[in-house]
């Protein structure tokens, strides 16, 4: 269990980008004890990453705030692909079998802001100005020294460190900990800029050529684009790449659009940039862990990154949360890593095969490229694969200590083709059988705790698996919430009489869940995965989940009481306090 050693704070999180401000939001609303320290003085005003993908729209429903990410956001409808002026491919967004079929546009400045007034609704804020100095961690805490807005040495405690700092992380850098990569060949001009041009406003388009790519990308609510072109073959020849001015982009986008003469003008911001591929080993040291871009970083190509770096988050919060409170010991934290780190793996690897078809080696991969690779994503099967995967719905912990199936055989046959512990949970609409009104089965998540969906087609044993789940203190609003959910209305009343809150579907949503089968037991964790499956109204599964694969126990949350410390702490860094406070001012 986690030490009940006096700390300041249960949790600190350093960095206020997307994954700790998503984080912070998410130890908040659980009542988590935490601080969030960033070295900026204020939000990000940059763009940089701009888009997210469903499931993490999925997830920022859970949080509540998929109205407000919809609200400061675009749809971006399709992907072109032209060689001169002719167009050789269309990507077709938004045709998903899912509740958000869509790539979203969003600046980075735009979500970090509508987690940041989350956090700031919750009762929670942010220690803008303050630096991680260094720290040191004993097996019962993490003693932290920072440097405050009054650029002086203060120090704090917490129980776990959270680094969400991005590429550049200081925490991992002090902790020894390897960042494995290497940093890619080509180097690529970028700005946000407007195109006096009549190409859809809300699709991507790109030219291939054989001295490079250029990328035209939309944001959301204005006539600004984002540009990409790089120059790696130029740097194979050894002639140096230009800085980004409007001037050179307006030459690159003549000469690769094979002469197209539209004007590029009031540009926003211009850099060169270069893509780094590295990740760690390891998300997890003693109390320290990594999250988002200070685990790894990959080509934005597919716009993976900021996304995967918030399902970080969201991984992570409810494990802490439980461990702070006494509730679960601490090697359900050891579960982070083994989870995230081979998706991270997967997406790094897929960006990397993604970089390398886009900007080929050779003239012989070039071809290939231009005209056998365009043609198969013209193909329906072929793009519904590739956005399955950019869209991040394939993302599933199957292999998961967490993931339980208590399946027939021929329940097992069944489902591992269609539903399986480990994967996220489907959207589907349900009618709430009193009141009549419809909603998405994701609303039922929005709660911390997790949540047991019975699908039930008949009433046969009802009433004995109904009993057991009223005598067991975990469902005695400590863990979990239950959901009756049936595609019959006659039943629906007839279950209704148990007082539990009971939902209809149609015959079809019935079946995504429970197949071909009358009942099924799912078991939602609070990230909207599903941790327990069973074609059995038997609570003594979902008993024995809480209590030998969780190892949850339901006692009052033991919360850990101020105490200031000293500055005393043991250092990591090679300064001395006074000089490291001297060179960040």
């Known amino acids: 269990m986690a030490s009940a050693f006096q700390t300041d704070t249960d949790i600190l999180i350093v960095g206020a980008g997307p994954t700790g401000l998503a984080l912070a939001c998410e130890l908040q609303r659980r009542g988590i004890a935490h601080r969030i320290f960033d070295k900026k003085t204020h939000l990000s005003t940059a763009s940089k990453a701009s888009n997210i993908q469903p499931r993490s729209l999925e997830q920022l429903h859970f949080l509540g705030l998929k109205d407000k990410i919809l609200a400061k956001s675009d749809r971006l409808t399709g992907q072109n692909v032209y060689i001169g002026n002719k167009k050789v491919s269309h990507i077709k967004l938004g045709h998903l079998p899912i509740e958000y079929p869509y790539i979203l546009i969003i600046p980075q400045s735009d979500t970090e802001k509508v987690l940041h007034d989350h956090l700031l609704e919750l009762g929670g804020r942010v220690d803008f100005g303050t630096e991680l100095f260094d720290f040191a961690q004993d097996e019962n805490r993490v003693q932290v020294r920072y440097i405050n807005q009054h650029n002086t040495v203060d120090a704090i405690s917490c129980k776990y460190l959270v680094s969400c700092e991005g590429a550049h992380s200081k925490v991992r850098k002090l902790s020894n900990i390897l960042f494995q990569g290497r940093t890619y060949e080509e180097e690529f001009l970028l700005a946000d800029l407007e195109i006096d041009w009549d190409y859809a406003p809300k699709d991507t388009h790109a030219w291939f050529h054989k001295e490079g790519l250029f990328i035209a990308l939309p944001l959301p609510y204005s006539k600004q684009w984002r540009i990409f072109a790089d120059f790696k073959i130029q ?59 200070a685990a790894h970083i990959h080509s934005p190509f597919g716009g993976q990154g900021m996304n995967t770096s918030i399902q970080d988050a969201f991984n992570l919060a409810w494990k802490l949360a439980l461990v702070c409170k006494d509730q679960a010991p601490d090697e359900l934290l050891d579960t982070y890593e083994a989870e995230r780190l081979p998706i991270a793996k997967n997406v790094l690897s897929r960006t990397d095969f993604n970089s390398r078809v886009l900007f080929p080696d050779n003239s012989l991969i070039r071809l290939v490229r231009d005209h056998l690779a365009t043609k198969a994503l013209a193909m329906d099967k072929i793009q519904q694969r590739v956005l399955t995967r950019i869209s991040q719905l394939n993302v599933r912990y199957k292999n998961s200590s967490l993931s339980i199936n208590d399946l027939s055989s021929s329940a097992y046959q069944a489902f591992k083709k269609q539903l399986s512990a480990g994967e996220r949970s489907p959207q589907i609409s349900i009618k709430n059988s009193s009141l009549k009104t419809a909603t998405s089965i994701f609303d039922l998540f929005q709660s911390t705790k997790f949540t047991l969906l019975v699908f039930c087609q008949q009433i046969k044993d009802f009433p004995h698996f109904i009993h057991d789940l009223q005598q067991t203190e975990i469902t005695n609003q400590v863990f979990m919430n239950t959901f009756i959910i049936t595609d019959h209305a006659d039943l629906a ?57 969780l190892r949850l126990k339901a006692t009052p949350s033991v919360m850990s009481s101020p105490e200031k410390t000293s500055n005393k702490v043991a250092s990591i860094g090679q300064l001395s306090p006074t000089k490291k406070a001297n060179q960040l001012t």
């Open 235 to 293: 740097k194979r020849k050894g002639q140096k790449v230009p800085k980004a001015s409007l001037d050179i982009l307006q030459e690159v986008f003549y000469k690769r659009t094979q002469g197209l003469r539209y004007k590029l003008h009031s540009p926003t911001w211009m850099s060169n940039f270069k893509i780094n591929r590295r990740m760690v080993k390891q998300y997890r040291k003693g109390r320290l862990f990594l999250a988002g871009d």
């Open 493 to 549: 009343q007839q279950i209704a009489t148990h007082q539990l809150p009971t939902y209809i579907c149609n015959a079809k949503d019935f079946k995504t869940y429970a197949n071909a089968n009358p009942s099924l037991l799912c078991l939602v964790r609070p990230d909207g995965y599903i941790g327990f499956l069973s074609d059995q109204l038997n609570w003594k599964g979902v008993n024995d989940y809480f209590s030998s694969v």
